[in-house]
């Protein structure tokens, strides 16, 4: 699976030398994911799926969690999309564009038919400020994406309470609109998986007329104006989410799925037997007790998955976890296996490691399980047997294998260093406030790649990420990631990125390893258009029902 991220090095090597050559990028033919025949139009074309919670928010520029993503791909678009099948950046609003052969000019040449879900045409105005109005936004925990823009950074940095106006952000960022159709972007320095960035949901675009009147209610569907393949019809919330054909997409005529309905259900069990029921055609998990049967049903999957599951440490407001013996000492006290093998049990990698395998990187190898060392690291913090330990509360979003894991976890605490655990949970949008708050001593989290990088990874836990998320700073980590973020050579790029993680997973420990993800579910079989991959990215518009 490691060959996808390279696909985005490889178009990035061919560039090179001086300033004055440009190589042409279009792609994206879809002849071959059409049809045999018209059969399907015989059918109902309307999705049922469960997307596990509701969602925190429909604003791309502020979304975060893997529910918002997929919504995201159905109402909204970015300059490039992706091909299901391998995950290669094609062409999505921008039908082709130009590489500077430095690697660092991109010019982009938007569809004239490309247009909002009103009718108005997009324009490369409309990316330049939604692209501006991201960098502005406080609540935009993926700022730091658009930082391979020449100037981005140091705007970022500058960021306060009034607003700066549009006309300084171009002056002092890498970005031109020269006219409605042609967007240039200029990096920094040359970055191999750009085309993989402009896909995603922060660099999508929004209605700037409809956020400047509606402000935060704009993302109603009342008021809902977007670019993507879908509209959204109805939001009605911890209900569902229905969403119909935009009739102004430019590539309606593809479209086959004539509404989408998703499903805000966390209890796996109901969503398990809703789907028996073909009350839903898909869902994305299934309950670690019904793993066995689904094995035994043709319409199981499971796939290797670019995702991480992990617990987070507030190292900034609980005083005895700033000790690092004794986040050594919670790491070292689980057994990673027994979690994946007997709770689980659907394949997943225990790991005490944090960054997948991806893009040529080989993870370290984190601390192992060993409960003697860590009694030994608790007692020489203070805490022996767990004594004058104050009572720890183990933090996760309500879900049932994320309540299992979490009492395996407590258990085995409890058992190996005398501690006392307690459970608290929350619903999806509370516990993404919590933790960003830092309202929390140990959180459940779980991260799935962006791009196929290990930079999507690795950049989490620089000093005041966006998704750090844990109060953690380490100046050389810091300067690690900034030297990997501009380096061309792949060998001492991976170098400066095994060295940073060394920090997190053998040194520091500001979060706790548990295993590496699979990507597994239901799906109804005669859903066509939906494809295994390691990144679990399915576009609707490719989606369409067989007859039975």
């Known amino acids: ?131 501006y109005r991201a960098m502005e936004e406080p609540d935009c925990d993926y700022a730091y994406l658009f930082f391979y823009v020449d100037g981005a950074s140091a ?19 890498g970005l031109e609109a020269p006219d409605e159709r042609t967007f240039v972007v200029r990096l920094a320095a040359p970055c191999a998986y750009f085309l993989d960035l402009c896909a995603f949901e922060t660099f999508m675009p929004v209605h700037r007329a409809t956020v400047e009147k509606h402000q935060l209610a704009w993302t109603q569907h009342a008021n809902w104006v977007g670019n993507g393949p879908y509209r959204l019809v109805e939001w009605s919330p911890r209900q569902h989410i229905v969403m119909a054909k935009n009739p102004h997409y430019w590539d309606l005529d593809f479209l086959k799925l004539t509404k989408i309905t998703a499903l805000p259900v966390d209890d796996m069990d109901q969503a398990w037997n809703k789907f028996l029921k073909r009350e839903v055609h898909w869902i994305r998990s299934v309950p670690s007790a019904k793993i066995d049967e689904a094995k035994r049903n043709p319409e199981y999957f499971v796939q290797p998955y670019l995702g991480s599951y992990f617990y987070r440490f507030n190292v900034k407001t609980c005083a005895h976890l700033r000790d690092k013996r004794v986040r050594m000492a919670l790491s070292m006290a689980v057994n990673r296996e027994t979690i994946t093998r007997d709770i689980l049990r659907a394949g997943q990698i225990p790991a005490e490691w944090f960054c997948p395998a991806v893009g040529g990187y080989e993870p370290p190898k984190g601390l192992a399980y060993n409960p003697d060392a860590a009694r030994a690291l608790l007692a020489e913090a203070g805490y022996p047997g767990g004594e004058g330990y104050p009572t720890l509360t183990l933090f996760f979003n309500t879900q049932e294998d994320h309540k299992k894991v979490a009492e395996g976890v407590a258990q085995m605490w409890r058992e190996n260093l005398g501690l006392q655990v307690t459970l608290q949970n929350a619903e999806w949008k509370v516990y993404l406030k919590q933790v960003e708050l830092l309202d929390y001593q140990v959180a459940r989290a779980g991260w799935i790649g962006d791009f196929g990088d290990p930079m999507t990874f690795l950049d989490m836990w620089v000093t005041g990420g966006g998704n750090n998320n844990t109060g953690w700073s380490h100046a050389r980590y810091d300067e690690l990631i900034a030297k990997a973020r501009v380096e061309v050579d792949p060998r001492r790029r991976l170098d400066y990125f095994g060295e940073a993680e060394r920090i997190v997973v053998e040194d520091e420990f500001p979060i706790l390893p548990l295993y590496m993800y699979v990507n597994q579910g239901m799906k109804v079989d005669r859903l066509r258009g939906w494809y295994e991959n390691i990144r679990d990215l399915h576009p609707f518009q490719y989606m369409y029902f067989e007859p039975e």
């Open 1 to 131: 699976m490691r060959n996808l991220a390279l696909l985005a090095l490889l178009a990035i090597a061919a560039c090179g030398g001086g300033d004055t050559k440009r190589t042409s990028v279009a792609s994206g033919d879809k002849r071959a994911f059409l049809p045999e025949d018209e059969s399907w139009k015989s059918v109902p074309q309307e999705l049922i799926f469960n997307n596990q919670s509701e969602p925190e928010t429909l604003d791309p520029a502020i979304m975060t969690g893997v529910p918002e993503h997929s919504l995201a791909l159905a109402l909204c678009e970015g300059l490039t999309s992706h091909d299901p099948r391998t995950l290669e950046p094609v062409p999505g609003v921008a039908e082709r564009w130009e590489v500077g052969v430095d690697g660092k000019t991109y010019t982009f040449h938007l569809r004239a038919n490309a247009k909002w879900s009103n009718g108005e045409p997009v324009t490369s105005q409309d990316f330049l400020w939604s692209w």
């Open 155 to 173: 705007w970022r940095e500058g960021l306060g309470a009034a607003k700066r106006p549009l006309a300084e952000f171009v002056q002092r960022v």
